[in-house]
């Protein structure tokens, strides 16, 4: 009885310890784990808090069948302003060996990558984010899901 109650609030402890502070997180399924040049992704995210620092995260879900070791995208992004900026992001997922870098089991790896750190948003409203793959390929073979993460910064 008392070795269960300890491993319970060694559990609690640990679920605790991994929660994150999540201001947003979206995914969207690539049909048929091909994602096309032309084939944009968009997310769209309500920001009220300009106060607080933020982690910008690049979550993406590739199979093993994908052919390269990275993948590069285009982020578009629309400020509640209409002005806009746009980013060339390279994504590693697998390393000089061809390990895939994700988590995960078997043919799936799920990768999350830190795209921008402690970044404020300047004004309040509605933010866009598009993802266009930037790869030479027109269709991508393997990758199954491409999302974000918004997550407050840890100051620890």
Same mark, same amino acid.
């Given at each position: ?10 559990l609690m ?7 994150k ?9 690539i ?20 106060m ?10 590739n ?5 390269f070791?990275?993948i590069?995208?285009?982020? #578009?992004?629309? $400020?509640?302003?209409?002005? %806009?900026?746009k980013?060339?992001? *390279?994504c590693?997922?697998? !390393?000089?060996?061809?390990r ?17 750190? #402690?970044?404020? $948003?300047p004004?309040?409203g %509605?933010?866009?984010?598009?993802? *266009?793959q930037?790869?030479? !390929?027109?269709?991508?073979n ?15």
């Open positions: 009885m008392r070795t269960e109650r300890l491993l319970t609030v060694v402890l640990g679920l605790l310890s991994g929660c502070d999540v201001m947003f997180q979206g995914s969207e399924q049909p048929n784990n091909i994602w096309e040049q032309r084939s944009n992704i968009s997310f769209n995210v309500e920001v009220k808090d300009t607080s620092s933020y982690d910008f995260y690049i979550d993406l879900r199979e093993a069948s994908y052919e070791a990275n590069f995208m285009f982020v #578009n992004t629309t $400020f509640p302003s209409g002005k %806009t900026a980013d060339t992001v *390279e590693i997922l697998a !390393d000089k060996t061809g895939w870098l994700g988590n995960g089991l078997g043919d799936i790896k799920d990768n999350h990558i830190l795209f921008k750190e #402690n970044i404020r $948003f004004n309040a %509605t933010y866009s984010f598009e993802f *266009e930037g790869m030479r !390929d027109e269709k991508l393997g990758i199954m899901d491409v999302g974000i993460s918004i997550e407050k910064h840890n100051t620890k």
